[in-house]
């Protein structure tokens, strides 16, 4: 174990270029193309994910980052391209189907999911991606020893992220950040070597941003891959190893933290699209 690279060590060697290979992809996707309409929303050269590293995905609204999520993960149909996971090819592979491989997704809470119990909201995703078949998963007989154990997974899992005692409890009636511990604590049912995180952050009081981040960096040290989309730069700087950006549907950028700070193209593509207000750039809203 001694011998084993860090992350960073990983990751050093690495040239910040788009569409740079990586020493051990988990994660690989080729002329990845999405349109609606007559625009072009994904377009993705060529983007590989490296095994055991947190990532981030950021740009501007609009960019292409959640229907990339959504292509990669199977809830969305590609126009063209191709991707692999763990070496194995995942064109055509439906959303539960690839969670099953071992890379899942975040999901929002939605409003059947708030009206349904902490507990039960785990033992769902315990059955596949949460969102598909959920009402089909409670017409199977719920006591089997397979039940049995996923019931032990989830309390582990509550407990860790602190919402055990919260478990018969709608979900519903979480806080914001309560809600975000409880999708990452759904998504890890399956035991996943992948997760992929739509913006973790957002709508978390400060004091439970912190939890979240050590939560995160947590999972990585854990050897589980992060690919995450964010909008805060202060949480994308913090916890990245690797940032990819994304503009246009397309990858203009890839790097360490310290590249992406100091790449012209990623401040007039992104910054510059963020803060609609002209000026030098040095004051901070917000
Ligand atoms: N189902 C859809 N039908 C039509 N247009 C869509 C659809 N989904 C996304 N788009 C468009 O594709 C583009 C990319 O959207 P997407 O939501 O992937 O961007 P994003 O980078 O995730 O943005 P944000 O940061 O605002 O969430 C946008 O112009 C959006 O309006």
């Known amino acids: 174990m001694s011998s084993e690279p860090t992350t960073a060590g990983r990751m050093a060697g690495v040239e910040p270029a788009p569409g740079v290979a990586k020493p051990d992809p988990i994660l690989k ?16 050269q060529h983007l590989e994910v490296q095994r055991g590293t947190i990532t981030a995905l950021i740009g501007p609204n609009g960019a292409g980052k959640s229907t990339l999520f959504n292509l990669l993960t199977g809830f969305d149909r590609v126009d063209a391209g191709q991707w692999s996971f763990n070496g194995h090819r995942l064109n055509g592979v439906s959303g539960h189907k690839v969670a099953r491989r071992g890379m899942v997704r975040t999901f929002q809470l939605t409003k059947a999911l708030t009206r349904l119990t902490v507990m039960d909201n785990m033992l769902l995703a315990a059955q596949g991606q949460v969102g598909e078949r959920m009402w089909g998963a409670f017409l199977r007989p719920l006591w089997g020893a397979r039940e049995r154990a996923n019931v032990q997974r989830a309390e582990a899992l509550l407990e860790r992220f602190k919402l055990l005692a919260k478990r018969d409890e709608m979900a519903g009636s979480l806080s914001g950040g309560q809600r975000k511990l409880l999708e990452m604590a759904r998504s890890l049912m399956v035991n996943p070597s992948m997760i992929m995180l739509d913006e973790p952050m957002a709508g978390v009081n400060p004091a439970l941003v912190q939890s979240l981040l050590g939560h995160i960096t947590a999972l990585r040290d854990e050897g589980v891959t992060v690919l995450f989309v964010e909008h805060d730069m202060d ?52």
């Not at 609609?276 to 040095?282: C, I, K, L, Q």
């Open 235 to 286: 949480v994308i700087m913090g916890i990245s190893d690797w940032i990819v950006v994304l503009a246009q549907g397309k990858v203009i950028a890839e790097g360490c933290p310290e590249d992406i700070r100091s790449n012209r193209e990623v401040i007039d593509a992104y910054l510059g699209a963020q803060h609609d207000e002209p000026g030098d750039g040095a004051e901070e809203e917000r």
């Open 29 to 44: 996707a080729s002329g990845v193309r999405r349109s609606f309409g007559g625009l072009t929303a994904v377009d993705v």
